[in-house]
């Protein structure tokens, strides 16, 4: 069985069961939903993409808290006994995952963006390694379960249904040491791993003033703005932004790469999106080695002409 | 009040070289630094030693090399270094780790009331280590912790940042919390503190002196296996506009955005 755990149902969820459905038709095994949560989580639109959803519900789990989850997580995955178990690199799994491995003494592979499995049932988990210099791919040969946690939108969502049976279990309630005091809601603004059309900046824009042309570009397409970790580090931008090994990783339809040099650690986060457009004044930058258009120009004037373009079109 | 910060060495460059037949990453030869994070992580530990007087001891399992890593973290203010060296760690995985760590925290009694550690290090890039050490000794975990708000008799309370929100924890202690960059502005070493860590010692303790087996160490005691390492070549074959062409290109741009602004939602 493979098992597939988060604590909401969102395109993360989705795109993990769509691999997971890909891995068990090559095993031909069964893939399980282990969904721990909030009382209001529903499953309808989900469930025929498992065979069994496994339901955890409580008015408790509104938030997070570790030991609560990790406690009803770990009798659940002992009673269904998955030998793959997959969560998305969210804080949520990157929380409850290290701590499952540590209860079921077996090995976790962090933020993977591929995996497969051999004829064997051995899990091949492959992540950036090194500071994004190579890939290395990971098993977990003799542990069960083999343990890995997913970068969202490494997968897409796949239309493959199943049987889609629905179970509750019941949920062991426990006095926890850590309680939530306040909660503020956060701008979920740098949506940048959403949109479909990404406007990324790099030290090429020269200045923060400079980098409005990016936003009023992403605006006019509806796209969201990317940034590199130069730029995040001169805080033009806030980390949400971040585009790379240790920002996000983005796969949309459309990649502006605007004055990046394309080390492999921003590579790492944009290298599968569809068309990748580079502008570098610098016509040797390994920017342009993974794009299909490449503008060798001012990243400024460039972004500036686009957006003009654009806007006389609309006015028109 | 006492505090233990776990801090690991991290090579210096981005240019690691891999051990071909295990898969492991070559540490010799590299100039070793502290993970820039685990300096956030000891900062807020000094700054509580300012404030609530704490005791500060640093805990770390690597190479002999990273006696210098922890005397300097004796320079800038930490009481007490320990590491954890043995060829038998060697290889370890964040399961090896974490239990090796874990191990040495009861076999030599050290105490704590709140464990600091960074949120990932720069090298391994997984962020396990710490909640997996605290699993393996029933602690309670806030792990993306963005700002230390206060220390109480027996709790802490701290901001964590997540996708959607901030949340303000109370956690009772003894508890581990892994820290963003926000916590804490690393402050820089002084001449006296280096002076002073002269007199200090690193204590270092090897497999046997914690009466662990091989069995659960290193590379034997890890149960993921690097099996392969390669290079991404995800090269396209792009077409280049300049110069007086740069126009066309501008043009085949638009129509490109143009094209796909219309499936998005918003
Ligand atoms: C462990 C680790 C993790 C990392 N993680 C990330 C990550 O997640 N994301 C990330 O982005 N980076 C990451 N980095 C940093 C990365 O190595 C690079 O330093 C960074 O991506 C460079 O950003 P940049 O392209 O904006 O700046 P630069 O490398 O300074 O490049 C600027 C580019 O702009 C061009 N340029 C200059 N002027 C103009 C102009 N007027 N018009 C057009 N072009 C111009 C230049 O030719 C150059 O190519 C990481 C590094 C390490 C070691
Ligand atoms: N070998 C080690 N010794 C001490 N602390 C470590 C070690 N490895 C990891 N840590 C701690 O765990 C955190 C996360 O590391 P990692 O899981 O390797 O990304 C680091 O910031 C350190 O605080």
């Given at each position: 069985m493979i098992g597939v755990v988060n604590n909401q149902i969102d395109k993360n969820t989705l795109e993990l069961l769509g691999k997971a459905n890909q891995m068990a038709v090559k095993i031909q095994t069964q893939v399980c939903l282990f969904i721990i949560g909030s009382k209001e989580l529903k499953v309808d639109h989900v469930k025929d993409y498992a065979d069994l959803t496994v339901l955890m519900l409580s008015e408790n789990f509104g938030r997070f808290s570790l030991y609560p989850f990790l406690i009803n997580l770990e009798k659940a995955i002992l009673k269904y006994r998955p030998s793959i178990l997959l969560s998305p690199a969210t804080t949520f799994g990157r929380t409850i995952m290290p701590a499952l491995a540590a209860r079921l003494r077996t090995g976790l592979?962090?933020?993977?963006?591929?995996?497969?499995?051999?004829?064997?049932?051995?899990?091949?988990?492959?992540?950036?390694?090194?500071?994004?210099?190579?890939?290395?791919?990971?098993?977990?040969?003799?542990?069960?379960?083999?343990?890995?946690?997913?970068?969202?939108?490494?997968?897409?969502?796949?239309p493959e249904k199943r049987e889609g049976r629905v179970r509750i279990e019941e949920i062991t309630e426990l006095e926890d040491s850590c309680e939530l005091i306040k909660i503020e809601k956060r701008e979920p603004s740098a949506q940048i791993d959403q949109a479909q059309i990404v406007v990324s900046v790099g030290k090429g824009l020269r200045r923060k003033e400079n980098t409005q042309i990016a936003e009023k570009l992403a605006q006019l397409v509806s796209g969201a703005v990317g940034a590199t970790r130069s730029v995040v580090d001169a805080k033009w931008f806030s980390h949400d932004h971040q585009v790379g090994l240790s920002g996000k990783t983005v796969k949309p339809k459309v990649y502006i790469a605007a004055g990046i040099s394309g080390a492999v650690q921003h590579i790492a986060g944009m290298q599968t999106s569809e068309i990748v457009i580079a502008i570098n004044k610098d016509r040797y930058a390994p920017i342009f080695k993974v794009a299909d258009i490449g503008l060798v120009a001012d990243a400024y004037s460039t972004l500036e002409q686009i957006v003009k373009i654009l806007e006389d079109e609309s006015d028109a | 009040?006492?505090?233990?910060?776990?801090?690991?060495?991290?090579?210096?460059?981005?240019?690691?070289?891999?051990?071909?037949?295990?898969?492991?990453?070559?540490?010799?030869?590299?100039?070793?630094?502290?993970?820039?994070?685990?300096?956030?992580?000891?900062?807020?530990?000094?700054?509580?030693?300012?404030?609530?007087?704490?005791?500060?001891?640093?805990?770390?399992?690597?190479?002999?090399?990273?006696?210098?890593?922890?005397?300097?973290?004796?320079?800038?203010?930490?009481?007490?270094?320990?590491?954890?060296?043995?060829?038998?760690?060697?290889?370890?995985?964040?399961?090896?780790?974490?239990?090796?760590?874990?191990?040495?925290?009861?076999?030599?009694?050290?105490?704590?009331?709140?464990?600091?550690?960074?949120?990932?290090?720069?090298?391994?890039?997984?962020?396990?280590?710490?909640?997996?050490?605290?699993?393996?000794?029933?602690?309670?975990?806030?792990?993306?912790?963005?700002?230390?708000?206060?220390?109480?008799?027996?709790?802490?309370?701290?901001?964590?940042?997540?996708?959607?929100?901030?949340?303000?924890?109370?956690?009772?202690?003894p508890a581990l919390i892994s820290v963003l960059r926000s916590v804490s502005e690393p402050r820089l070493p002084t001449l006296s503190g280096k002076k002073m860590s002269l007199s200090k010692k690193v204590e270092i303790y090897n497999a046997r002196d914690l009466g662990l087996k091989n069995n659960d160490l290193g590379l034997t005691g890890s149960p993921t296996r690097v099996v392969k390492v390669y290079n991404t070549k995800l090269s396209r074959n792009c077409q280049l506009y300049m110069g007086k062409d740069l126009n066309q290109g501008i043009q085949e741009v638009v129509k490109i955005l143009k094209n796909y602004k219309g499936s998005v939602r918003r």
């Open positions: 592979t962090a933020d993977c963006t591929d995996l497969d499995v051999d004829d064997k049932g051995n899990l091949l988990q492959t992540r950036p390694a090194i500071g994004g210099n190579v890939m290395a791919t990971i098993i977990t040969p003799n542990h069960r379960p083999q343990m890995a946690t997913v970068r969202p939108r490494s997968f897409s969502v796949q | 009040m006492k505090i233990l910060v776990l801090a690991k060495q991290v090579p210096d460059t981005d240019k690691v070289k891999i051990d071909p037949l295990t898969g492991t990453m070559i540490r010799e030869g590299l100039d070793a630094v502290i993970n820039p994070l685990d300096l956030h992580a000891l900062e807020l530990a000094l700054c509580l030693k300012e404030t609530h007087r704490a005791q500060i001891t640093v805990l770390s399992m690597g190479p002999m090399s990273t006696e210098m890593v922890l005397r300097d973290t004796l320079a800038l203010g930490a009481d007490r270094a320990i590491l954890l060296s043995d060829s038998a760690f060697a290889g370890s995985d964040t399961w090896a780790t974490s239990y090796t760590l874990s191990e040495a925290v009861k076999k030599l009694n050290i105490e704590y009331d709140l464990v600091i550690c960074g949120e990932k290090a720069t090298d391994g890039e997984t962020g396990q280590v710490g909640v997996e050490f605290a699993v393996l000794l029933n602690l309670p975990v806030i792990t993306y912790v963005s700002r230390f708000v206060s220390l109480q008799n027996d709790s802490i309370v701290v901001e964590r940042t997540v996708e959607d929100a901030y949340e303000t924890w109370k956690v009772r202690l």
